[in-house]
C-alpha cells in the first residue's frame, strides 16, 4: 500500500466528510434516520479506511488501543450511569423525565445521552475488532518471516 | 408502478448475487459480492420506508462486515497460497439441495398465511405500535418515532444491545489479543531448536 496515489488523495478529502457525517447522524438522530449505532459505525469506518490506505500503524497513532478499551467502556458506563443517575434522582431506571425540569426536556436530555454512549462503545468496539485482526496478522507473517530465517 | 420496477430490479440484483456467490469458488469475490448483496438489501429497504433499518444495513453489512471477512481471509491464508480458492466439493449436492428445497417450499406456503406487507390490520400493527405511532411525540418530544422507541420506551433492550457489543469486543481481544508469540509450524520446528 505504498504507491496508491489516487486513493490516498481521494480518502484524506473524504474522511474528514466521513466523520462530519457521522457526528450529523449522532447528533440528528431524533430527528432523521439514524442514531448511535450508526454513527458509530460510519466513525470507524473513516478511521478502518485510514487504516486501509495509510497502513494500521499511522491509524493506531491516531486513537490508541489503550483510549480505545477505555471509550469502549466508557460508552457503556455512560449508558447505564444514566440509568443509574435517573434512579438517584427519585425515578425509576432509564425513567429520563427525572432528568430536567420537564417531561419532554428531561427525554431529550436523557435520549442524547445514552445515544452518545451507544456512539462511543459502537465505534471504539469495531476499532478493537480491526485492529486486533491487524494486528494479529502481523504477528503471524512476523512469525512465518522469523521461522523462515531460523 | 416505479416502486414495482425498482423492486424487481433490485431483488433480481440481489438473486443474481446470491447465484453468484454459490456458483464462485475465489473467496475474496465472494466477499466483495456479500457487500453487494447487503448494499442491495439497504437499497430494498430504502424502497420499503425503513430508512433507519438501511442505514445500519448499508453500514454494518456492507462495510464493516466487509471489512472484517478480508481480515479473516487474510488471517487464516499465508501470503504463498494466496490464490485463495474455496476447496472443491467432495461429495454429491442432493441431500442439502434437497433439504432447502423441502424447506424453501414449506416458508412459502407458510407466507400464504401472512397478512399482506404494510397491511394495517396485521397483528403486529395493533399490539403497541398504534400507541408508540400516536403518542410518542406528545410524550418524548422526538420526531423519529424509531429513535423514540429504541432510546425511551425499550431502553432497557438497547442497553443489552450496547452490552452486547461491548461482549464482542471483549471476546475478540480475550482470543486473539495481545502480545503472545503465534508459532504456525510448531509441529515442524519443534525440533530444530533442540538439534
Known amino acids: 500500500m505504498k504507491h496508491n496515489l489516487i486513493l490516498r488523495v481521494v480518502s484524506k478529502f473524504l474522511i474528514p466528510l466521513i466523520i462530519l457525517f457521522a457526528l450529523y447522524v449522532q447528533f440528528h438522530g431524533d430527528f432523521g434516520p439514524g442514531g448511535g449505532f450508526q454513527a458509530g459505525v460510519i466513525f470507524s469506518a473513516a478511521i478502518i479506511l485510514y487504516g486501509l490506505v495509510f497502513g494500521v500503524d499511522k491509524a493506531k497513532r491516531v486513537i ?62 469495531m476499532l478493537i475488532i480491526f485492529f486486533t485482526f491487524a494486528e494479529r496478522g502481523q504477528a503471524v507473517l512476523n512469525s512465518k518471516a522469523e521461522s523462515e530465517r531460523e | 408502478m416505479i416502486d414495482n420496477i425498482v423492486d424487481i430490479t433490485l431483488l ?14 475465489s473467496l475474496f469475490a465472494v466477499v466483495m459480492l456479500f457487500g453487494g448483496f447487503s448494499f442491495l438489501s439497504a437499497g430494498l429497504f430504502v424502497v420499503m420506508d425503513a430508512a433507519d433499518v438501511a442505514f445500519t444495513e448499508a453500514a454494518v453489512g456492507a462495510g464493516i462486515s466487509t471489512v472484517l471477512m478480508l ?7 499465508t501470503p504463498e497460497e494466496a490464490d485463495k480458492e474455496e476447496k472443491a466439493p467432495t461429495h454429491k449436492p442432493w441431500l442439502p439441495l434437497g433439504v432447502v428445497f423441502i424447506t424453501g417450499a414449506l416458508l412459502i406456503y407458510g407466507t400464504y398465511n401472512l397478512p399482506g406487507f404494510g397491511d394495517p390490520n396485521a397483528p403486529s400493527q395493533l399490539h403497541v405500535a398504534p400507541y408508540y405511532l400516536g403518542k410518542s411525540l406528545s410524550e418524548t418530544g422526538v420526531p423519529n418515532v424509531v429513535t423514540a422507541v429504541l432510546a425511551s420506551y425499550r431502553g432497557f433492550d438497547t442497553l443489552g444491545e450496547v452490552t452486547v457489543i461491548f461482549t464482542a469486543g471483549i471476546a475478540v481481544l480475550l482470543i486473539i489479543g495481545g502480545r503472545r508469540r503465534v508459532k504456525p509450524n510448531i509441529e515442524k520446528n519443534g525440533g530444530d531448536h533442540e538439534a
Open chain 1, 64 to 125: 490508541t488501543p489503550y483510549i480505545l478499551r477505555l471509550l469502549a467502556s466508557l460508552g457503556v458506563l455512560i449508558y447505564a450511569g444514566t440509568g443509574v443517575a435517573t434512579i438517584l434522582l427519585g425515578g425509576n431506571f432509564l425513567q429520563y423525565g427525572v432528568l430536567a425540569s420537564s417531561q419532554l426536556a428531561g427525554q431529550h436530555v436523557g435520549i442524547l445521552v445514552i445515544e452518545l454512549g451507544v456512539g462511543i462503545t459502537v465505534m471504539s468496539v
Open chain 2, 71 to 77: 481480515a479473516t481471509l487474510a488471517l487464516t491464508y
Open chain 2, 12 to 25: 433480481s440484483l440481489i438473486a443474481i448475487h446470491a447465484i453468484a456467490i454459490i456458483r464462485m469458488r
